[in-house]
Each structure stands twice: as C-alpha cells, then as structure tokens.
C-alpha cells in the first residue's frame, strides 16, 4: 500500500520520523507532504488566493517527503492531487498533543484527516502529549498503520475520520484499547490585554483550562490509562455503530 502522511506541527516534528518507520516497517510506501512550519489550530483552513511553495526535503524511511509553505489541509490536498494521487490513504501526525473533545473542531491535524475523506480517501488522525515515551508512541504509530490497512482493505465509512489517541505512559503500563466518544466537557478561555512599546493593544491567549472530562469520553479513558479510538462523522453517528466495523 502507499500511505500519504500529513500533519500540523510542520517538517521538522520531532514525532514526524516515528510515523514513517512503523508504515516502512509494514512494508508501505510512504509519501510525506506536511507544512513547512508549525500550523497547529489552523482546523480546515486553505488557501485559495496565493500560490502554494513546495520544497523537497528528507525524512527518515519516507520515499519522497515535501515540506509545504501552507496549511495542513493545503499539504494533504496536494499531496492527495498532485504528489501522491495514487496513495490508498492519508494519516494525519503524530500530533505533538491530544485531539480530543472539542479541540478536533480546530485541530489541522484532524483537519487534514478530515480533508483525506471528502478526497474519498481514509483519513486518520494521530495524537500523543510532548512527554509520551518513544515506546508508547511507536505503539501508537504501528496501531495507525494497522486502521489505515483496514480502513483501505475494508472500506472506510464515507466521510468519517478515525482519531487515535494514547496515554503518556510507558507502553507496558498502557491498558486496553477502547472505542469511545469525544468529551463533551469544555474549555474557559481567556485573552490577557496587553500595551506594546509603540502604545499599540494587543492581546494574549492564556493557558486554556478545561472542566473535569464525563466519564465514558476520550479524555476520562486516556487519563486512566487507556489508548483511545473515536470515529468522526458528520453527521454525528455514535461509537456502537462502528463496533461490528471493527471486529
């Protein structure tokens, strides 16, 4: 198979290069196409008034890498066109940080993956925390390629994103896989105003705080230990309709 890789935290990820070694190790081709610089919460967003530059780079065990001067849904839109049209599906990270509950409604790294369906493509979306050990995201990696196998020899569900998630614990201590819902619990944000030097306003964003996650939802099974899957539909499909899918 040949798996298009993308993300948002940009070419020089340091998560990027785990990816492309478990999809080589599978034994797939690997086409990486991912923003040049660091594009976190871009959600959906691409360009529609301004040429789009390409740059090839090298990544460890990609066949063909491109670093691209855009958003994450720009990357897989080319990568999924022009650079890699023949790929059999897209996976989106690994995110340096969770996606779950409601920030896969800004994440680009969900974006992407998002952007892969509406391609008629599986999407799949990856995310671990900055501190996860190298173990448990090599795990996380190898269980991306192992949805990605089956969402192509399957048939993915139409417009539907598979998002993954682990603990940032050592993979021995990782507890069973679950299918779950989004957490639903919100964020409080806040904006700090500030005056520059110049008298100019402006303002920054603070440490965004979360109220404590429902249980049953992403993020209660990932603080308890558990590496979680969550099926994005549309048009709200629940979990259990994707239980038999999995089996």
Known sequence: MHFLIVNDDGINSPFLPILTRAVKRAGHRVTVCVPATQ????????????P?????????????AWAIFGTPVDSCRIGAMNLAPDADAVISGINLGYNVGMSVYVSGTVGAAREATFLHKPGIA???EKQTPHDTLAYLSDWAV?????????????????????????????????LCPLNRAGYRDSY?????????????????????????????YLDAGHPTCTFLTIDGQSQEEFADWLK
């Not at 594009?39 to 301004?50: L, N, R, V």
């Not at 994103?161 to 679950?178: D, F, G, T, Y």
């Not at 700090?192 to 996650?213: A, G, V």
């Open 39 to 50: 594009q976190s919460a871009k959600a959906h967003a691409f360009s529609i008034e301004q």
């Open 52 to 64: 789009i530059l390409a740059e090839k780079r090298e990544v460890p065990d990609a066949d063909e």
């Open 126 to 128: 990856v995310s671990a």
């Open 146 to 178: 192992e949805m990605a196998e089956k969402l192509v020899t399957r048939g993915a569900p139409e417009l539907t994103v598979c998002n993954l998630n682990a603990p940032p614990i050592p993979r021995a201590e990782l507890k069973s896989q679950v």
């Open 192 to 220: 700090e105003q500030r005056i520059s030097p110049r008298k100019q306003t402006y303002f920054w964003l603070s440490p965004m705080k979360q109220d404590p996650p429902l249980p049953g939802s992403d993020q209660a």
